[in-house]
């Protein structure tokens, strides 16, 4: 995200993140001092306070190492409410189990052991977030470590809120950019983590990650996709 943003040398910018997005957009807005006006959540944030024990993560990542497959699959529709469509339903869990699990464990494991107090003491940034109602958001709690912290709720949907019911979310979503930017000088950048209708997910090519992104700039108009691809090192083939 940070190396998107820096590329393309954009100073005023509004970072997305769904889910475990929330914490890559955190951790690039630290990397993005003074580029960065505002981050907007899609289901996330629910506490910025891990309740979590050690044990409790190190048991959840042992049982999906071992049967990644099946258990990726069952948290993934258990995400949804019973009246979700099953057809999305099925495509989204089959889409994830289908992923790389040295990339997907990886992923998670850094999830689950990454704090994001610190750096939201750090960029002092204001934080929206659109999240459905099946989980309890701490918004109090959560005000301790960001001041300008605010929730729009999506009733009726699961996690996955913006491909769920995307007209909401695509109203709920324009509000909160302008509730974070008074202005068209905006730039809309967003990099896809798994495969969606409108970006592909991050993808691994031998040593090489390859990853999506969508520009799209207030001003003039204009969207253009970006394909990047980072060298890694020290990852297995």
């Known amino acids: ?23 890559v957009i955190i951790e690039a ?58 057809v999305l339903v099925n495509r989204i869990a089959d889409d994830m189990s289908s992923a790389l699990p040295q990339v997907a464990l990886s992923a998670m494991r850094n999830l689950f052991f990454y704090d ?33 912290f605010n929730v729009k709720m999506m009733k009726g949907v699961g996690h996955f809120v913006m491909l769920e019911d995307p007209k909401k979310f695509n109203k709920l979503l324009k509000e909160s950019i302008d509730e ?13 983590v798994t495969n969606g209708d409108l970006l592909k997910g991050v993808k691994k090519d031998r040593s090489v990650l390859i990853t999506h992104s969508l520009i799209m700039n207030a001003k003039d108009k204009s969207v253009r996709f970006a394909e990047n691809k980072y060298k890694l090192t020290g990852f297995g083939p």
Not at 118 to 126: G, S
């Open 1 to 23: 995200v940070a190396a998107v943003v820096n590329k393309l040398k954009l100073d005023k910018v509004i970072l997305i993140g769904h889910s475990m997005g929330g914490s």
């Open 29 to 86: 807005a630290k990397r993005l001092k003074g580029k960065v006006i505002g981050l907007v959540g899609a289901d996330t944030y629910q506490n910025f306070k891990d309740g979590w024990t050690t044990e409790q993560k190190e048991g959840f990542l042992k049982t999906i190492t071992e049967k990644f497959v099946d258990v990726t699959k069952g948290f993934v529709k258990s995400m949804f409410p019973k009246t979700a469509d099953s």
């Open 116 to 148: 994001p107090i610190p750096a939201l003491n750090e960029i002092q940034l204001p934080i929206i977030s659109i999240n459905c109602d099946m989980y309890p958001i701490a918004i109090e709690e959560n005000k301790k470590y960001v001041d300008w």
């Open 180 to 192: 974070l930017v008074n202005s068209n000088d905006l730039i809309f950048v967003a990099t896809g």
